[in-house]
């Protein structure tokens, strides 16, 4: 059997599922990059450069022609807020979001490695938390699950209850703007297979 021609690299489990949800086949390859931000950098800057910098890195050591990189960040008050270091610090994310708005940026860079061409782009969405009680705190952060999430929560978790509405792609929080995705894999060619269940 032939391996796909589109390459993730990234080790999270919600983006490869997003992909195969569209009826993507592509083969995970983790990137080694580091994400520290830059001085200076703004937030869009700062994952536009990660997204491409995954894909690159990757494209040298895996075999395949399409490489989406991604990194998504939680953007409040000016303050990028990756994955927490500690439940201190995730507490702290938390409170900061409780009972206000916040933007999520997934920045992608789809890179065709035969030709050198690429697409990047930063997708934005808005997301309303509620209120968090002290408990509602304690609770997620003793399930283990903001340890591993950019802004120490993850939407189509058990975090999906303190959200109030979001304004724009849905996709994009989970970590992958699949739609913007979609559309540079067929305009560099790629082949996509059909959605399942089509």
Same mark, same amino acid.
């Given at each position: ?22 009826g ?6 983790? #990137?080694?990059?580091? !994400?520290?931000c @830059? ?6 800057? $700062?994952a536009?450069?990660? *997204?491409s /910098? ?5 494209s ?16 409040m ?9 500690? #439940?201190a610090?995730? !507490?702290r994310? @938390? ?6 708005? $916040?933007?999520?940026v997934? *920045?992608? /860079? ?7 061409q ?9 997301v ?9 705190i304690?609770?997620?952060?003793? #399930?283990?699950c903001p ?52």
């Amino acid at each position: 059997m032939n391996l796909p021609d589109i390459v993730l690299p990234s080790a999270s489990p919600r983006r490869a599922q997003l992909l195969e949800s569209a009826g993507i086949r592509a083969r995970t390859c983790p #990137s080694t990059v580091d !994400e520290t931000c @830059l001085p200076g950098e703004t937030p869009e800057g $700062h994952a536009l450069r990660l *997204a491409s /910098a995954k894909a690159r890195e990757v494209s040298t050591k895996c075999s395949g022609r399409f490489f989406i990189g991604a990194d998504t960040i939680v953007v409040m008050d000016g303050e990028i807020m990756g994955k927490p270091v500690d #439940s201190a610090d995730a !507490e702290r994310m @938390l409170r900061k979001l409780s009972d206000t708005t $916040h933007t999520v940026v997934t *920045a992608y /860079a789809v890179l065709d490695a035969e030709t050198g061409q690429e697409i990047s782009e930063a997708v934005k969405t808005l997301v309303c938390f509620r209120h968090l009680r002290d408990e509602d705190i304690h609770d997620y952060i003793a #399930s283990g699950c903001p340890f591993d999430k950019a802004g120490a929560y993850a939407i189509q978790g058990a975090a999906a209850q303190m959200i109030r509405r979001i304004e724009g792609s849905y996709t994009n929080v989970v970590g992958l703007p699949l739609c913007e995705i979609v559309e540079a894999l067929r305009k560099m060619g790629a082949t996509l297979s059909a959605p399942a269940g089509s």
